[in-house]
């Protein structure tokens, strides 16, 4: 049976791994390696490193990094943030990450998902949508350069029609961050995940609440996304990875067991 | 041992490479016909669509060269696809090593790609068989290889496909042995192991 994915998200700045709150006031974590190889041994499903710079920063941005992770993990991952050519997707791509995530680039292009797909398959192009509940008009609304807080504005595009928008043009996963929820750790959107899984037709990924086991379990059984990403709970040791994974096993989750080595 | 990954042009190859020198294996990324003669072990990686890699096989004149080898070959993803004699994506033919056609997954109403980890059954017992039944291997596709003869293992996600194929020589993993974990690594072992006598069994 296919498996619910556990992803822990690191988000990259200056090839070190960061951590803020509601998508503000970065500190320093650690460097990236010895998070990524600690989080595959500790039976993450898949890895998103999210460089959050790059998006609202026009600076060429050393990706290096992206090679040795390669080298180093047996998981897949998935790069973010900065993506905004084909040339660039081809060179992270080339180093070795098994998806990239595109979101503001594709706001301001949205043909350009049509030529990375065209280029180099859909199960490689994974589309990341900030998507902010307005609780003026009652509206899901999407915005973008949410890297940074100063460029951070709202888009024309209401999170539903842009969903549809973006796999209509090929897009192979959607990752949606509920802005609202995001660092907080009060959970997971359920209502909206809940809104727009059956108009999502490719794996869905929630992000943005985790802070409890139970949550991770709520947005499986009530939003029926595909993964779960989370980042602050794994970071500061709230959740441990083995033991989520076995907290949602007892509540008939299909899960990969956290396995030590098989050889 | 010489090991080399085909260069299909359209592929993920670093990631392949990575994974044989965490074996331990330094692999050679040719498309040159002589350097793939050669070698101990043969990989056939792929990304893409069907139509895109044989048109780039054709191109590099590697479709004959591949059909004849001798040695053990393993097509990862949508290089097991290729070993198929016909792929739906595209409607093109493939190389005809192992009678089987690729189609699109029957799913309903589940999300494609089918991305993520999902478990291995094994087929029969008398074959090699790299994994213990109910290991969890990473997919991402939206086409598979339906079951006949030749599979040796399964998996399940809307519909039960192959997910390992083989016959002589030529084996296929349509999930990404390179990124599913320790079990990923035990199977690409496995495959560095063989020898001559496995593949004429």
Redesign the interface.
């Known amino acids: 049976m296919l498996a619910r994915r556990i992803i822990p998200c690191l988000d990259v700045r200056h090839g070190e791994v960061v951590k803020g709150v509601q998508f503000r006031n970065h500190q320093v974590i650690g460097a990236i390696e010895p998070l990524a190889a600690s989080y595959a041994a500790a039976g993450a499903d898949e890895l998103v490193f999210y460089d959050i710079t790059a998006s609202s920063d026009a600076r060429v941005v050393d990706k290096s990094w992206v090679e040795r992770i390669a080298r180093l993990i047996d998981i897949p991952f998935t790069v973010a943030g900065g993506i905004s050519s084909i040339a660039q997707a081809r060179e992270i791509l080339a180093m070795g990450a098994d998806k990239i995530s595109i979101n503001s680039p594709a706001l301001r292009d949205p043909e350009l998902i049509n030529r990375l797909v065209d280029e180099f398959g859909q199960q490689c192009i994974v589309i990341g949508i900030d998507s902010y509940f307005n609780a003026d008009n009652g509206h899901y609304e999407v915005f973008q350069f949410t890297g940074d807080e100063n460029r951070t504005q709202k888009t024309r595009w209401q999170t539903a029609d842009w969903l549809r928008e973006v796999v209509t043009r090929g897009a192979g996963e959607i990752v949606l961050n509920c802005m609202n929820q995001d660092g907080v750790r009060q959970g997971y959107d359920i209502e909206q995940l809940r809104q727009l899984r059956p108009i999502c037709p490719v794996p869905l990924i929630a992000s943005g609440g985790a802070g409890t086991m139970q949550h991770f379990a709520n947005v499986f059984t009530e939003a029926a996304v595909d993964g779960a990403l989370a980042a602050s709970v794994f970071h500061r040791g709230v959740i441990d990875i083995g033991e989520l994974k076995g907290y949602l096993a007892q509540q008939h989750i299909a899960i990969r067991p956290l396995t030590t080595k098989v050889l | 041992m010489t090991v080399v990954i085909i260069d299909t042009a359209c592929a ?4 392949v490479r ?2 044989l ?2 074996c331990g294996v330094d692999a050679l990324v040719s498309a040159d016909a002589e350097h793939i003669k050669a070698a101990d072990k043969v990989i056939l990686p792929g ?3 069907a139509q895109a890699a044989m048109r780039n096989l054709h191109q590099l004149e590697l479709v004959e060269v591949i059909r004849t080898l001798q040695q053990p070959v393993l097509g990862i993803c949508l290089g097991m696809q290729l070993l198929t004699s016909w792929s739906a994506e595209g409607n093109v033919d493939c190389l005809n090593v192992i009678p089987a056609r690729t189609e699109r997954l029957q799913v309903n109403q589940l ?9 291995l059954s094994a087929v029969g017992t008398d074959r090699w068989l790299p994994f ?1 039944p109910g ?2 291997a ?1 997919f ?3 086409y598979a290889v339906a079951t006949n003869d030749y599979t040796i293992a399964t998996s ?2 809307g519909q039960t496909f192959a997910a390992m194929i083989q016959r002589g020589n030529f084996y296929g993993a349509q999930f ?1 042995p ?9 199977i690409l ?1 496995s495959f560095l192991e063989l020898t001559d006598a496995d593949t004429r069994a």
């Open positions: 993920n190859l670093n990631s990575f994974a020198q965490r990304v893409g669509t999300p494609l790609p089918h991305m993520g980890w999902n478990t213990n290991d969890y990473y991402v596709h939206s399940h996600y990404h390179e990124r599913s974990g320790a079990v990923g690594a035990k072992k």
